[in-house]
Each structure stands twice: as C-alpha cells, then as structure tokens.
C-alpha cells in the first residue's frame, strides 16, 4: 500500500510541476514577442481591423474629377464584376465642362470632352463636391460622399442624377453588379 501511496505522490508533483512549466514557457514567448514589437515599433503593436475588400485600398491623388472616374473604372477591386462584354456610357457636368466615359462591348475604358450621343445617365456634380470627391482617400469615403451630396443636396455642393435609360435595362448590363457603376446610379436609385 505504501508503495501505491508514493506513485500517487509523485504524480501528483509532475502534474503540479508542469503548469510551472507551461508558464515558464508562455512567459518566454510573451517577453520574446514583446521585444520583436519594440524592435519593429509602434505600428506593428496596432491590430488593423478588417476592412472589406475593394473599399479600403488608397486612390492615388488626381487633379481631375474625369480621371479619377477614369482610374476606379480601371481598378480591378472598384470594378469588381466588370467583364468584356459589359457597356456603358455616363455623360457628366463637372468643373464647367461636360464630357463622358463610356464603354463598348469587348473594348476599352474611353473618355471624352463634349456631349454623349446616347447616355445611359447624365451626372452633374457642383464645384464644391468634385473638390471634395478628389480629396477623398479610399473608395468607402468617395463612396460616402458622393450618396451625401445625392441624398442632402445643399446649395454649393450636390451631385444630380437622370437616368436617359430604365433602371432594370441598365443593371442587366452591369450596373448592379459592378461597385463603382452601382455608385454611380444604383446605389442612388
């Protein structure tokens, strides 16, 4: 019996010796990890929360409202859906000046100065508004604005919409399937 008891005892010190350990061993890798993030400084600390994607990457920098439309009607994540054959053609009114952009089918993103021929939608957007559009960082800020100065138009800064052509016709083309077109008049309809 003696002998029993003594087994017992000394499973019972190795299970109460290896929690001792554990945390000697968690210890460690806390104080190791610690250092690499001093050594890495403070951004490296910070936990980033999850963007959702196509909304959280920069726009770079335009001087223009034309090529920054241009430019997120290129970008693979902002035009996420838009295929070859997909078409269409936004006439806008921005800064003074009227122009379009405008696809065909299995070609290329094109922009032009002057009146479109056969618009899908006519888009005015006021000075203030295009200031504020090109300042605009990431695609969910532009996004933001822009259904802003729809929805509450003030007296310096709105963005009017007129659909030339019915809403349904258009997003079976596209337009409720790709983000920036789905902006530009889904998202408002």
Known sequence: MSRFFRRKKKDEEKAESKPDEEAAAVT?????TETEALEEGPAATEVAEPVPEGRGDTIPYHDSIQD???????DPKMANGLEGTHEFELEFMAMGERFWIGKVPLGEIETKIGK?????AHIR????????????????????LYLQFYKTSDAGK????E????????NRRGYARVPVLKLLIGAAR
Do not use: C, G, H
Request: glycine share 0%.
């Open 28 to 32: 460690e890798e806390a104080v190791a």
């Open 68 to 74: 920054r439309l241009v430019y997120m009607l290129n």
């Open 116 to 120: 479109a021929a056969d618009e899908d």
């Open 125 to 144: 957007i006021s000075n203030d508004a295009v200031s504020e559009l090109l300042n605009a960082a990431t695609f969910a800020k532009f996004s933001e």
């Open 158 to 161: 709105f963005i009017k919409i």
């Open 163 to 170: 659909a030339r052509k019915p809403i349904s016709d258009m």
